[in-house]
């Protein structure tokens, strides 16, 4: 009896043991399996997504930073490596950063303050709507290893490869030109002597004719044909006379270049940026005004250089940050500062368009009453590299304008009353602009 109780603990000490076994093993493989899970989690979060990252930090970091070069804030390529190496920091402490950065500085965190004092005690903007993997995929756009600029299809070297076989086209052109002319004059000599010696043989004397007259005396001789030729020279003297006085003050096509290179093609463009912004008086007042060199740092002081895809094979990515260094100078602006040092010195734009003083033009009556573009008169500006006269801007030019434009009268208050009174008396529903005085010599001359 004894022994079967034995033998009964022991089975029954073995079936716990057993129990206690596989639910520590279970929760073993629990626990490892959430670790791992947990792990993996983090490590995915922590590498992120470049392609995602990019776009938010265009969207939210790249007015104050730039990922090589110190900007209104420090330079972010590589940040969490940097500040895990110099200042002990992990990515805890960049999440509270991007999220609330004057609440560390207030809390008398070290580096946050630093960082507030080297930039001028200039508070980095707070995102609290970045969540953790918004920041995790801005960092890993930031770990990107920095590319090596893509050459650009028609570089400086394949322009000159371009401009050397041109010339040497153009050589040979004119050498084969210049042979031809020989071989044809060659030929008609050896045509002349071999008739002459063709009729030596055949008994034929070649005499010249010492009676005859030459064709110029028998021309002056003619009084009818001197008489038709000095009309006519009188005509054509006359006519290009009148067209060489007549383009006098007409700079149609002039293209001057100018002390910074400013590519309106570019920014009217490409960027799309609108006419109106750095010609901002265009809308009120007559002349649509330079733009300040303010203007242009409005943009600059956190644009230093150009995408090497908006270099051409006729100017370069280094040309254009170039202009950009020579914006920098005449605005005293300092690029590693980051601040103006001096006042700078100004710019010597060349004039362009340039009209007679006895000439009134308002650009806000043509852009804000009338509507009209700017590329009516100036062309296709978002095209043009270099700035150039598109129209004569001649009075014909103008008068033309006025006599078959209609005026935008639809929802323009400017036109409501004369508009009523005008459509009656011409019986019209359009009204041109020289219906409504357009070509009185008043309008323009005063």
Known sequence: MKKSYQSLEVNLTNNMIQVIYRKLTSNIFRFGFVILLTFTTTLSAQEGDSAKGKSLFNANCAACHTLDKKMTGPALRNVEQRLADDEGLDREWLYTWVKNSAGMIKSGDAYANKIYNEYGGAAMTAFPQLSNEDIDNILAYTAEEK??????????????????????????????????????????????????????????????????????????????????????????????????????????????????????????????????????????????????????????????EVSPETATAEYSKEFYDGEIQKLYAAAGWSDEEQKYVNEGTPVKWTRIHNLPDFVYFNHSQHVTVAGVECQTCHGPVEEMEIMYQHAPLTMGWCIECHRTTNVNVKDNAYYTKIHEQLTKKYGVDKLTVAMQGGLECGKCHY
């Open 147 to 304: 590319k090596a600029p893509t050459p650009v299809p028609g570089s400086e070297i394949t322009a000159q490869t371009t401009a050397t076989t041109g010339g040497v086209s153009n050589e040979i052109i004119l050498g084969a030109l210049a042979i031809l002319f020989i071989l044809l004059a060659a030929g008609l000599f050896l045509v002349n002597k071999t008739l002459r010696r063709f009729a030596s043989a055949q008994g034929i004397e070649v005499e010249e004719d010492s009676k005859s007259t030459p064709l110029w005396k028998a021309f002056i001789k003619n009084q009818f044909l001197m008489l038709v030729t000095a009309i006519f020279f009188l005509l054509a003297s006359a006519y290009f006379a009148f067209g060489y006085f007549m383009q006098i003050g007409i700079d149609q096509g002039y293209q001057p270049i100018q002390e910074i290179h400013y590519s309106h093609k570019i920014h009217a463009g490409d960027n799309g940026i609108d006419c109106k912004y750095c010609h901002s008086s265009a809308r009120t007042s007559k002349t649509s005004g330079i733009p300040s060199l303010n203007v242009c740092m409005n943009c600059h002081k956190s644009i230093y």
